[in-house]
């Protein structure tokens, strides 16, 4: 039986790592993305089934040429996860649009060149699955997350609007978004984090969910829940309630 190829982005660390150890251990064969460094090449090294596809996300052209060579060394990719992102957490006092930018281009132009590499390969094929990943802080503005809640909320409104045409052309678009995980990423963070996962823990939650049919992927549900119901209140009660919860005053 021929092995499923998944393409996973930010492969080099955290959660993107876990991903590609948890689809190599599920049997599938794995390109790896990320910028080119030895911690890439090393897991690539590590694991037979782990091929190294160094590329930078917010290089359209590199992205377009990447999907191509994966296709060509392995075959027609089944799933890609688009997992790569950064974040800056920022101050209303420290904030800069050019900091906002280069995230921007990272987290929301660095998935929709993957996008764009991927759509006209998979469209006509009328099979694959994309899983885009975002995050619970895309539900609703949280201290200091004005950058990444913003490139994820957006992520959010992106998939959801182009699920309609992905869904009547058999490509199945599908949102990740983890609570707070233990990785590089969340090392930034100077307050305490409910729900911490291990990065291994997010990566069983997430092949897991995409074996499911819900369009969102989001772990741990308890935390997810409940931030979906903050996003419900009034801001007069939202606003107070997250501020005292977070320490912010
Ligand atoms: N950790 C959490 O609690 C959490 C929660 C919700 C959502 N998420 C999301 O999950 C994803 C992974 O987060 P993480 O916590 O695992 O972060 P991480 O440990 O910082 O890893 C980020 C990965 O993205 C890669 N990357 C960054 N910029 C890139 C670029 N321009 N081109 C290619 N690769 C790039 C990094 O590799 P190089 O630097 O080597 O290129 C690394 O492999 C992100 O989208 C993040 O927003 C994380």
């Known amino acids: 039986m021929p092995r499923e190829v998944v393409w ?8 993107g790592k876990a991903i590609v150890e948890a689809y190599v251990a599920e049997g599938a064969v794995v390109a790896a993305t990320a910028r080119p460094s030895e911690r890439l090449e090393g897991l690539a090294q590590a694991h037979e089934n782990v091929l190294a596809f160094p590329a930078d996300i917010t290089d359209a052209t590199a992205i377009k040429a990447t999907v191509a060579a994966i296709e060509e060394r392995l075959g027609p990719i089944d799933r890609a996860i688009l997992n790569a ?5 920022v101050k209303a006092q420290d904030f800069k649009a050019d900091d906002l930018r280069a995230l921007m281009e990272t987290n929301l132009m660095g998935t929709a060149n993957c996008l764009e590499a991927l ?3 998979m469209l006509p094929r009328r099979g694959g699955q994309i899983a885009v990943v975002s995050s619970v802080a895309g539900y609703t503005g949280l201290p200091t997350s004005a950058y990444y809640g913003a490139s994820k909320a957006a992520l959010f ?5 182009l699920k309609f045409d992905t869904d009547k052309a058999g490509v199945d678009l599908r949102v990740v978004a983890p609570g707070f995980v233990r990785t590089p990423l969340t090392d930034k963070n100077e307050f305490p984090m409910p729900f911490l996962m291990e990065p291994e823990d997010a990566a069983k939650r997430v092949v897991k969910g995409l074996k499911g049919r819900r369009f969102e992927v989001t772990f741990p549900r308890r935390f997810a829940y409940q931030l979906k119901l903050l996003r419900c ?7 107070p309630l997250v501020a005292r919860s977070t320490k912010t005053r």
């Open 233 to 239: 209140l009034p801001y007069w009660l939202y606003f």
């Open 157 to 161: 409104n992106l998939c959801e609007s």
């Open 119 to 121: 759509l006209p390969v």
């Open 85 to 89: 992102g950064t974040h800056h957490p």
């Open 8 to 15: 996973v982005t930010g492969a080099s660390a955290g959660i």
